[in-house]
């Protein structure tokens, strides 16, 4: 072959992985929106949820006219799982068969270790971080250090670089999570801003609580997203409420369930709470951590107290302040932000040899 038609062979060669890359920036471009849409999603359903929640817990709620008793923190934890278990189950064994549930042994051990470890555990020390604390100190520690902790260990294990766009990013998040949720609030005097410290309460188990439940979240975020890259995400997905379902019946067992005699409208609105606080939810980021990395997916999931400030004033009547929205914009930027594309390596084209 002449120099010439070597030096053609190349040129074509390097047209064509140029058109491929070209083409690719594009796809990847639509499925990083995609991702980026279903965790946002996945954070506005669990805002929405979050002032259901808030609305039983204070007695404003009512289904057929009458007003939902009581329903403890963790009967809203161990129902939604196990309502979206049955749910989901129940779904794809009519559509699917028993072919679409199947997994080997192995498999459904690895997903049930996700349910039991990224939702199980985190909605349990989360609930307990509560319970001696406060909502505002369990959601501070849990968005103040989930992200971070999957940060350190994508740069740690090599899986992610540490750069500007992603350190910033998660930065924002964290900063903007305290402020939207109304920690930092504004005074008359310099330095003009202060902590809001009534919402606050530092009890050494509680703290411990909160950042355990984050680092189920982080956990979630990270083997969530590699169980997904090779498997079925309904599959893992099912099994996974399933985990977590039977790690709740241990922590809370069903006698205790049935001596509590829950009336029918605590029962339907721990059914509507499944789908709208679980099954919808859960099923989203699972689908957007096809498509975007933890990290990203992490900062993304910020947006949840943003969309639990907002859903709250709405429709409980609950006020926002100055500060606050600063925070909700911040938020917005960091998710934003993170989803950057980095700069692509270019890939060359050896010159044949001489």
């Not at 038609?5 to 190349?10: F, G, M, P, R």
């Not at 670089?161 to 350190?167: E, F, N, P, Q, V």
């Not at 309460?201 to 169980?227: D, H, R």
């Amino acid at each position: 072959m002449s120099k010439q038609e070597d030096q053609a062979n190349c040129n074509v060669m390097e047209e064509g992985a140029a058109r491929a890359a070209t083409g690719a920036e594009p796809e990847r471009l639509v499925n990083r929106v995609k991702g980026y849409l279903c965790v946002a999603s996945a954070a506005l359903f669990w805002g929405i949820s979050a002032s259901m929640g808030r609305a039983v817990f204070t007695g404003r709620l009512k289904i057929l006219g009458r007003t939902v008793g009581y329903l403890p923190p963790i009967m809203l934890a161990q129902g939604r799982v196990t309502f979206s278990f049955l749910i989901l189950m129940t779904v794809l064994l009519l559509v699917r068969g028993r072919q679409g549930v199947a997994l080997r042994p192995g498999e459904i051990l690895k997903c049930m270790l996700l349910g039991i470890f990224g939702i199980a555990e985190s909605n349990f020390f989360y609930y307990f971080a509560i319970s001696k604390t406060t909502v505002a100190t369990a959601i501070i520690l849990q968005y103040m250090a989930a992200p971070v902790f999957v940060l350190l260990y994508m740069l740690a294990r090599g899986r992610q670089k540490a750069t500007a766009s992603r350190i910033l990013g998660v930065a924002l998040a964290v900063i903007g999570s305290e402020l939207a949720i109304g920690l930092v609030v504004a005074k008359a005097g310099f330095p003009w801003l202060g902590l809001e410290m009534q919402r606050l309460k530092f009890q050494i188990l509680g703290v411990l609580s909160a950042l355990i439940a984050a680092v189920g979240f982080a956990f979630w975020n990270i083997y969530g997203s590699s169980l997904v890259e090779t498997r079925d995400r309904w599959r893992v997905m099912v099994w996974a409420m399933f985990g977590a379902g039977l790690g709740w019946m241990l922590i809370h067992p069903p006698k205790k369930i049935i001596a509590a005699h829950y009336e029918p409208q605590q029962w339907l609105f721990l059914l509507i709470f499944a789908v709208s606080s679980s099954l919808v939810p859960f099923s989203l980021y699972l689908w957007g951590l096809v498509h975007l990395d933890p990290t990203r997916a992490i900062v993304t999931s910020c947006l949840e107290p943003v969309f639990a400030v907002i859903c709250a004033a709405l429709t409980l009547g609950e006020t926002v302040n100055a500060v606050q929205i600063v925070g909700i914009v911040v938020v917005l930027t960091a998710t934003i932000l993170v989803q950057i594309p980095e700069p692509a390596t270019r890939r060359t084209v050896s010159q044949p040899l001489e």
